[in-house]
């Protein structure tokens, strides 16, 4: 009894010294980030200053309570220190993960945590550039002389928060379906098969998640269907192996 206790208590011990250390590593990146809070702040409201300027209105960012700005920049510090130490959290999810699966299980562990980590950069990234200044774009367009638009720092901080989490969440989609493939839900085969209905979901989603108009609902689309195309390249390279699949039937 004592000997089968001992492997659960050691391993709550490596869970215990994984979680401080990771809430170390948050804590070390939001120091860091705070100190830079104002910096980064400004690079995430460039798409909306840019739009304003755009519209030749003048317009400012405001903050309605004394304590507001700080709150903000306190935020702005958290959310930026916990994605600067997410590669560390991630590694050591991989650690506690790893100890427990054989050679070939943890070579495709650190794939999805590799990939996934990539393409939920690929999308903060596209919805920064590409996503958010034609939604700020779209929202800002009533603005005029007489209706003089005067953002909420703090509102606005959480606005592009979501939607750049938004966007760095859908781009897992591969991953997703990459994982449905390994464990043998689906294939490329289907995937293939079935890409008019995606095509046509994609649009549907694009058009719940993307401003009213044409031209954004495209620009939303365009990059899922070619993430769709990606996961059907995905699914083909890392498809199972008859051997695999022999494995899976007799165990």
């Not at 709550?12 to 100190?35: D, H, M, P, T, W």
């Not at 830079?36 to 960012?61: G, K, M, Y």
């Not at 070579?107 to 990939?115: D, E």
């Not at 005029?144 to 939607?163: A, C, G, H, Q, R």
Request: aromatic share 16%; hydrophobic share 55%; net charge positive.
């Amino acid at each position: 009894m004592a000997d089968k206790k001992a492997p659960l208590a050691t391993y709550l011990q490596e869970i215990r010294k994984r979680l401080i250390l990771s809430f170390i590593a948050v804590g070390a990146g939001f120091l860091i980030c705070y100190y830079f809070s104002d910096s980064i702040f400004e690079i995430l409201i460039a798409p909306l200053i840019n739009n304003i300027q755009n519209i030749h209105v003048e317009s400012t960012l405001i903050f309605r309570t004394i304590a507001e700005a700080f709150f903000t920049y306190m935020k702005v510090g958290f959310v930026a220190g916990l994605m600067l130490a997410s590669p560390f959290i991630l590694y050591q999810i991989w650690g506690l993960v790893v100890s427990r699966l054989d050679q070939d299980k943890r070579r495709y562990v650190l794939l999805f945590v590799l990939g996934g980590s990539l393409f939920f950069a690929l999308g903060i990234l596209f919805g920064y550039f590409v996503a958010l200044p034609f939604g700020c774009k779209f929202l800002l367009r009533y603005a005029s002389n007489t209706i003089k638009p005067m953002p909420d720092m703090n509102e606005y901080l959480s606005f592009s928060v979501k939607f750049l989490l938004t966007f760095g969440l859908v781009f897992e989609f591969p991953i997703l379906l990459l994982i449905l493939a390994r464990i043998g839900v689906i294939n490329a085969k289907i995937l293939a098969q079935k890409r008019r209905y995606a095509i046509l979901l994609i649009f549907i989603f694009a058009f719940i998640i993307s401003p009213p108009d044409l031209i954004s609902q495209v620009l939303m689309a365009f990059p899922l269907m070619g993430l769709y195309e990606v996961s059907i390249l995905l699914c083909k390279i890392f498809k199972k192996k008859p051997e695999e699949i022999l494995t899976d039937e007799i165990t």
